[in-house]
């Protein structure tokens, strides 16, 4: 039973209903979290919870347990003028912004068109609405340092690396 506070190193493969690719971390160059802090989908999460060094497992995570339901609401435009003058806006740049002065979700955003002086944006995660299937392997587990803790997520194995 892995508990908050640890930090777990996983390889996974994850893909999507077609069986296509959608990311990969291998052994040689795992994937490291710390548990407990929300910064990995709650469905994979809670099926690693329950794994033991060494194990590999199969897990498959719904859009409501992975990167939530497709919102439409989260599509709109903005005029361009909600942007600083001098950004140089192109498809496909992304932006953090909360929707309302009382959600600090610092939802991310990506620019998916210009037209002339509107702007549409999308705060939808690519990987919402969709079922994921992990193939995952546990590596290690460890105690968290202080300042992981202090940070609320994971170091790399160089210590400090943001
Ligand atoms: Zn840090």
Same mark, same amino acid.
């Given at each position: ?28 160059? &795992? #994937?490291?979290?710390?548990?407990? =802090?929300?910064?990995?989908? +709650?469905?994979?999460? =809670? ?24 919102? &439409? ?9 909600? #942007? &600083? ?9 992304? #932006? ?29 995660? +690519? ?6 299937? #992990? ?16 940070? !609320?997520?994971?170091?790399?194995? !160089?210590?400090?690396?943001?």
């Amino acid at each position: 039973m892995i508990t908050k506070g640890k930090v777990v190193s996983l390889a996974y493969r994850l893909t999507n209903d077609q069986g296509e690719e959608l990311d990969r971390s291998d052994k040689a160059d &795992p #994937f490291s979290y710390l548990h407990g =802090s929300n910064q990995i989908i +709650p469905g994979l999460e =809670s099926a690693v919870e329950k794994m033991n060094i060494g194990d590999k497992k199969q897990v498959t995570v719904s859009a409501k347990e992975g990167y939530g339901e497709h919102d &439409p609401k989260l599509k709109f435009s903005l005029d361009r003028s909600n #942007f &600083p003058k001098d950004a140089e806006l192109e498809v496909g740049m992304q #932006f953090e912004a909360n929707l309302s002065d009382e959600e600090d979700d610092g939802r991310v955003f990506t620019i998916e068109a210009i037209k002339g002086d509107k702007v549409d944006v999308n705060g939808n995660h +690519p990987l919402s609405g969709m079922t994921l299937h #992990f193939d995952v392997e546990l590596l290690s587990v460890r105690d968290a340092t202080k300042d992981e803790i202090q940070h !609320n997520h994971a170091h790399g194995e !160089n210590g400090h690396d943001h």
